[in-house]
Structure formats: C-alpha cells, structure tokens
C-alpha cells in the first residue's frame, strides 16, 4: 500500500465508542448522537457570536434521521442539486440553498418552490433562468439569485478536492465579469478550502475582495462554501468569529457557511468483522525501481542485542519510525517542551515493549575496549576495532542535529535505502541526557571526494544537480549536504555518504523494506471501493482504534474487502496481538462522506446506519438494506 496515504490527525481526538461492540451487528455505521450534539453546540457559538448563518452541506452529512436535532442548532441546509433540496424541504424544514454546475428546466420547477438561494455557476445559466426567477418572483415567491466566482486562490493541497485548480469548472473568474451587466444578482457565493482552519479562509476572503470589489458592494449576501474543521479540536475558533465580524462591518453582508465535514467530525465509527485471514506464507518481493543498493558490508560480529538478525534491525528501525511518526500527528500542534516530553516516553514506551532498551552496564561490557572517536556535540563515536564498525550513541533531544529522533531515524534510513550506507540500529540507550539511540555502521579509511565524483555518482543513480551540493531525482526525493566533506571515497572507489540529508523519502520509508514475505491479508465485511471510497481517492487512511502503522505493533496485516476488484484494500496495519476471524475492528470518523459515497458495487451489503445515544444508553438500527435496495438502483 501507499505510504503516502495520511492518516488525518484529527480523528485521534474521536474517544472510543460508548457502546459495546457485542451488541453491534456488522458492517454498520453507528454515529454518537452525545458527540454529534457536541459539535452542533459549538456551531450555534459560532452563529451567536459571529452574525452567520452556519448550514449543513448535505454533500457531507445526509443522515436525515438525525435532522430533528440538527435543526434545533443551524439554520438550514445547501443542495447540491434537485434531490437534496428536495431531501432539505421535507425533512429538515428551514432554509434551503441551492448550487450546481447546471440545471435543467424540470429542475428549475421544482427548485424555485422550495429554495431561498440559488447559486448558479456561470453568467449563461444566470441569464438562461433569470426569467423563470422573475416570473416565479411575481407569482410571490423565488430564491435570492447569486453567482459563484472562483477567488483564483487556493492552499488546499490534494488536487482532487481544489475548486480553485488551473482550468477548474467551478465558479467564474474575475476577468470574465469584467464589462458584464450583473443587474439582478443578489449573492456572491465561493468554496475553496478543504478541512481548513479559519486563516485559510481569512486569505481566500482577501482574494475575493480584491477580485470582486464591485458584485461585493452589489449584492445582499456571501455565501463563504464549505471547508471549514470548525468543530475541529485545535481549530481557531475566535478568529473565525473575528474575521466574519470585521467582515460584516466593512461589507454590511448577510453571511453563510456550509461546512459538511464540521457537522459530524468525529462522530461516527464503521464496525467491520474480519472474515477470513489469507497469505499467511508468500515469497519475497522485488524492490522498487527507485532503491539503489550499493556495497554491503555486512559482518558476522556479535550485535549489541544477540540474536537479532539484520533484518530484525531494519524492521525495528522502520517499527520505531512508526511510532514516532504517529506520536508527532497526535501533538502536531504542541509546544517545543511538549513535543520533546512526549518524544522521549514514546522511545522509551517502544524500546521497553519491543525489547530494545540496552541495559547501560551491558552496553559497557559489549563495547569493551572500544576506542572513542571524536563524535563533537551530536554522538558519542567509538571504533570497534576487531569489526570495523564505528558505533555512535546519538544524543537527545536534537539527535544529530535533525531536531527530533524521527527525522533521524528518517534520514539514516534513507541513507542506508538509497545511497546504500550500511547503518544498523541496534536499540536504545538511557544515558545521563536522556534516551539515546544506538547505531553502527562501517569504518571507512578514505579519502575526500572530488566534486566531478560526486556529480557522476549522482547521475549514475539518476539525479540531477539542482544547487550546490543538492540533487533531486524524479521522484522529487533530494539529497542536500553532499559537500565534498561529507563522502569518503575508499581504496577501492566506493562512495560512502558519511553526513548528508535525504529530504522527500518519508513516504518510501514504510513501503521500501520487502523483507521475506508479502503480509497476511485480512478479509473484512466492509470495502475500500463500495464503503469508504474516499481512502482510494483522496488517498488517506483511515484510523483504527487500537492499530497502529506496520510494524509498529508485533502483528502486520493487509486489510481487504469483499468486492472482486483486486484493490480493495484499505491500507496496511499492525496489531499487538494476531487478529482473529470474528474479531471487530473500529474505524474512526466515518459519519462525514463517507456514508454518501457508499455504493452496492459487486452487490456487497450496505452497511447498516445506527445509532447510539449516551443518554439513553440505546443502540438503534435506524436502516437496514438488503437485496431490494441493491435491485431498485438498477433496471
């Protein structure tokens, strides 16, 4: 699978469910009615203290049976078209919002009836249906009219999601309004953040107003779209507040906004069952295209921890990375004392439940008589003279001037996967300073590298040189630091890459070790494709309570769904214990979009839509679906 499917770090924050997971039947959405009013809570805040109106996006969260209590805390919802305006008349009964791409005249006729906006997407539909507005106007009721425009500005980083992408469909630009009659628009709409915080969107809204001064000081309202993580915990909610408010005083607008996500963030879980383990035992993989090996130096010497093979070490090392990486999602937003706390008891919580914490006096008496080097502030340095190994005890905090144990790991392991050095991670050591980590690699009696070899060498693993002493090859990965200083070149002319940075090989760090099987594939009740059709598009990967990255924990599994398409497969994990058919696993924040992307390809059961309530204590299948629902979709 891809490393470079992220695991958002919000849905950290998602507690484990309140309910028992016995009374569950599986596959099946259960979304917490107590965390769903939470967030509602905090968007009607919002609305009190802002002068905006906040709508559900229908787009990401269409639950109808929980709109009696949505309605109790927003203003009404946005469609994205006939049937979820129809869905937000009959079933949520406030404001409706309408925008779509086009729309038709049998549409139309149903729309006007029903809406109090609608956004159109360019000047031609707006002037194809404004004599059908103004008629339904003086026939006594029509929605407000708007356009939706394109701010030409954007941070949302996956291009699948940017509504403001080169050549994008949606809105319209700046430069076509130029000269045009805009009597009769009532509105500016524009969407262009994607689970963004709220200085995101007080940039975008300096774009529009300097994009569109004129239909701004023209129209009533601003529609502000969707993307906002309002209800995410470290979002900032005052400076929402802030920019809306200033907003409004310049501009005198009615305000709206339409997040989708916010409304049910953390709210709901996917049950699934494990149905059948298969690929206990496989043959080993080729490596990739983009890993060059050079020179192994391989020695026979006694480790610093017996009995632990090469590979055991570079799974550990890529195992510890792992968890590092994950404890840094969890505290992304952390101050500097926090983070290197947190960092310190998750080397330590590791290396004592994977059994790499070397005792000190063991330490002492494996290096025996080993010679200190100079190591300078960033290591202790010591020659094991008898096998040519140079071993360095790589100081905390900065641990080699990387800045977190992480990135060193990072960076060593890049090194060894790419340029070949043959470092070794041999475990953790509690020093007078903290944790250290223990690595080795060769002793090399060389000479300094001339520039021209350093160029050739990098040409011959397809870099290119970008600026002095940085390359880049076409995987975008870099190697910076490749001074002259930094890369020995032996008797033999092997290069060794003593201290240079490789930046951009994190996702290969996961996905680059083949070690000698291919992993076992857990077969689940729910699919990638037909239930959770975002983890193959965005990509991202979704959270498992009580999982963790592979290799992090002892036991690593493919996890795969039920459908024929052989890329059914949500993503690789790791367990502390073997799972076990039967065994329910809880995928985390599963309430938003993902419930209305669902499909029934292949004919694979709907999952079923529950609920739980706190309160209460009650769990209820609000929906079933069976063979019925598959049959109705087609003809």
């Known amino acids: 699978m891809s490393a470079k499917a992220e695991i958002p770090p919000h849905v950290f924050d998602q507690p484990a469910p309140r309910f028992d997971l016995n009374r569950v039947e599986t596959p099946a959405f259960v979304v917490d009615l107590g965390l769903l009013k939470s967030n509602l809570e905090k968007l009607a805040m919002v609305q009190r203290e802002s002068g905006a ?7 990401g969260f269409s639950m109808w049976s929980t709109y009696p209590l949505l309605r109790q805390h927003l203003s009404g919802c946005c469609a994205s078209g006939l049937h979820e305006a129809l869905l937000a008349h009959d079933e949520f009964g406030k404001e409706v919002h309408v925008y779509a791409p086009f729309f038709t005249e049998e549409e139309m006729e149903q729309i006007l009836p029903i809406a109090c906006h609608i956004s159109f997407n360019s000047l031609t539909q707006w002037r194809k249906w404004r004599p059908m507005i103004e008629r339904a106007r003086a026939s006594g009721h029509a929605p407000s009219p708007g356009i939706r425009v394109n701010p030409e500005y954007s941070e949302v980083e996956v291009a699948l999601y940017d509504p403001c992408s080169p050549g994008c469909r949606l ?15 009532e509105g500016l709409h524009f969407h262009a953040l994607c689970e963004q915080d709220s200085d995101v969107l007080e940039r975008t809204l300096a774009a529009v107003e300097l994009r569109f001064p004129k239909l701004l000081s023209q129209v009533k309202w601003v529609n502000m779209g969707g993307g906002h993580h309002i209800t995410r915990k470290d979002y900032d909610v005052d400076r929402l507040i802030r920019v809306i408010r200033d907003f409004k005083q310049v501009w005198n607008k009615e305000v709206y906004l339409e997040p989708g996500e916010a409304i049910a963030l953390n709210t709901g879980y996917l049950i699934a069952s494990v149905m059948d383990i298969v690929g ?11 890993i060059v090996k050079t020179q192994s ?3 026979n010497r006694t480790h610093l921890l017996p009995g632990r093979s090469r590979s055991d070490r570079e799974i550990a090392a890529r195992a510890l990375h792992a968890r590092l990486k994950e404890t840094a999602r969890r505290i992304d937003r952390a101050d500097a004392a926090e983070r290197l706390n947190t960092e310190a008891e998750s080397l330590r919580a590791w290396a004592e439940e994977n059994s790499w914490l070397i005792p000190t006096a063991e330490l002492e008496s494996l290096m025996g008589d080993a010679a200190e080097l100079e190591g300078a502030t960033e290591h202790d340095v010591f020659l094991d003279a008898e096998n040519g190994r140079v071993i360095k005890l790589t100081k905390s905090p900065n641990f080699g001037a990387r800045g977190e144990a992480k990135s060193y790991l990072e960076n ?5 996967t790419l340029l070949g050095l043959d470092w070794q991670f041999e475990g953790l050591v509690e020093a007078y300073d903290g944790l250290r980590i ?21 040409a011959m693993l397809g870099f290119t040189k970008v600026r002095e002493n940085t390359y880049r090859n076409d995987q975008g990965i870099t190697v910076a630091d490749a001074r002259a200083d930094n890369i020995l070149r032996d008797r033999d002319g092997i290069l060794h890459f003593i201290d240079v940075h490789v930046l951009g090989f994190e996702s290969e760090i996961e996905s680059a070790f083949t070690g000698d099987s291919v992993l076992p594939t857990a077969i689940l009740n729910i699919s990638a494709t037909a239930h959770m059709p975002d983890t193959l598009e965005m990509p991202y990967r979704p959270h498992i309570i009580g999982a963790g990255f592979p290799n992090e924990f002892a036991h690593t599994y493919r996890l795969g769904g039920p459908t024929c398409l052989a890329g059914d497969v949500v993503n690789d994990y790791s367990f502390p214990q073997p799972l076990e058919i039967g065994q329910k696993l809880v995928f985390t924040d599963m309430a938003h979009y993902t419930m209305v992307k669902t499909t029934t390809f ?33 003809s």
């Open 53 to 59: 109106k906040v709508l559900l996006a229908q787009k």
């Open 171 to 185: 809105g319209i630009r700046a430069e076509t309004l130029e000269g045009e009659d805009l009597e009769g628009l």
């Open 280 to 290: 206990q035992t496989c043959v080993a993989k080729s490596q990739k295209s983009t």
């Open 297 to 299: 130096h391989e020695s």
């Open 412 to 416: 060593m392991l890049a090194c060894a």
């Open 438 to 458: 223990v690595s080795s690699q060769p002793f090399v009696e060389g000479e300094r590298t001339e520039v021209e070899q350093i160029y050739s060498h990098f």
């Open 602 to 634: 292949n004919g694979v059961p709907h999952p079923d839509i529950d609920t739980f309530d706190p309160e209460t204590g009650e769990l209820r299948i609000v929906r079933r679906f069976g063979y019925e629902d598959f049959k109705r979709k087609l």
